[in-house]
């Protein structure tokens, strides 16, 4: 080696090719030469470690992306004009406490931004897997299901079933206590059940802590025996409406296939089907916050966040409520909404296929819907409301503009 690094500084092994690749590709000849001479010369091993600390740092920095492209570059710049200056011995001093100074806090970011990527998180929950254990009953003849975490399936009877759960333990079925104990290992942390609700049916679960939710036609809805310490957290497939106890210490979350909706206390609708691109989130009171796609949207009481997962877009808007919301009280309410809207809805709701021809499709409608009443019936109520008339045809119903 024809250099002479004895009298080297740190600001000069940093702009040394040599030292640079020694230190980011080094090899046993390499470790030698610097080991050979740190242990010569006592001085010229602290600007060698000087310059190791900042080098390792951004090279740590950058492994870690703490820094825009932007931030290195300008980064850089500062050490190269720093390193043209360093020649006169004051300026070295000031340059070695400045790229320690440096390297110091870089190295502290490194350490934030790796812990916040790396430290363990607490393991979600595979809420899709229990989902796709049972697949929902998709005949009006079938009963709302209960399965219990151990996979028992207990059948409730009535087309609003009720299901109460209560502090000390005890459960009620449509008004009926009956034994859920969970069967499974006592220490377990978490067991989960599932409400399945077919089509022509709706229910309801009362929670010990005061919230209640009501479960419209063909949804399901996982949830846990006990909620968790620090949160409380359910899975929806299909549409809910949900009055949610205050409890400031353990904030209410409700997951969906791709949105998360978080409340401290509201009432608020949900609308999430598996096979359907438009998602409805619609405030009655309260404050809800609906992460999606990375974004937060907060709502106000009478606003509604709707997004269309085909396109990827979203909006708020203001609505009245009770058109979404009705349903949980046994009827849908319409004002001024496109036919072929209602129809959409009637159609989920009694598992018959009903479609609008053109022009019927481009129609508006106001008025109320009793679910109560058999399908027949509904749309008997609908030919009132508009100028249309219904075709029965084989396991569907076909909406013609009435001539």
Aim: negative net charge; proline residues 3%; hydrophobic residues 35%.
């Amino acid at each position: 080696m024809d250099k002479n690094y004895i009298t080297y500084t740190a600001d000069q092994l940093l702009n040394d090719d040599f030292f640079i690749q020694s230190e980011l590709h080094p090899t046993e000849e390499s470790r030698a030469f610097w080991s050979d001479l740190q242990t010569k010369n006592a001085a010229l091993s602290g600007e060698i470690e000087n310059a190791r600390l900042f080098l390792h740092t951004i090279k740590i920095d950058r492994d870690c992306s703490s820094l825009s492209d932007k931030d290195e570059h300008a980064l850089w710049q500062r050490i190269e004009l720093k390193n043209k200056e360093a020649e006169k011995r004051a300026k070295r001093k000031q340059f070695i406490r400045l790229a320690i100074s440096t390297a110091a806090s870089l190295l502290l970011l490194s350490a934030i931004g790796w812990y916040a990527t790396q430290r363990p998180e607490e393991a979600e929950t595979d809420y899709l897997a229990i989902i796709q254990a049972n697949p929902a009953p998709d005949s009006t003849n079938e009963k709302v299901q209960l399965v219990l975490s151990n996979n028992e399936k207990l059948n409730i009877d009535g087309k609003e079933t009720q299901l109460e759960y209560k502090k000390e333990g005890k459960v009620k079925v449509n008004s009926e206590q009956v034994d859920l104990s969970p069967k499974d290992d006592p220490d377990q942390e978490q067991v989960f059940n599932q409400l399945i609700v077919p089509v022509g049916r709706r229910s309801s679960i009362t929670f010990a802590d005061g919230t209640r939710i009501w479960v419209n036609s063909g949804s399901k809805i996982v949830y846990p025996v006990k909620f968790a310490k620090e949160k409380r957290e359910i899975f929806v497939e299909g549409e809910i409406y949900l009055h949610v106890s205050r409890d400031e210490q353990k904030p209410f979350i409700v997951k969906t296939h791709q949105m998360d909706i978080k409340v401290l206390g509201t009432q608020f609708n949900v609308t999430a089907y598996e096979n359907e691109a438009d998602m409805r989130v619609v405030l009655v009171s309260g404050k809800v916050e609906v992460n999606l796609d990375k974004c937060k949207n907060v709502l106000a009481p009478n606003q509604m966040f709707f997004y269309d997962s085909e396109i990827h877009k979203g909006k708020i808007t203001t609505v009245d409520t009770d058109d979404y919301v009705a349903w949980k009280d046994g009827y849908y309410q319409f004002h001024q909404q496109p036919l072929k809207d209602i129809v959409k809805k009637l159609s989920r709701y009694y598992g018959v296929r009903i479609y609008c021809e053109r022009p019927a499709d481009k129609l508006t409608c106001s008025g109320k819907l009793d679910l109560k009443e058999s399908l027949d019936e509904v749309m008997k109520a609908l030919m009132k409301a508009a100028p249309i008339q219904i075709e029965n045809k084989y396991e569907s119903v076909e909406i013609k503009v009435k001539h």
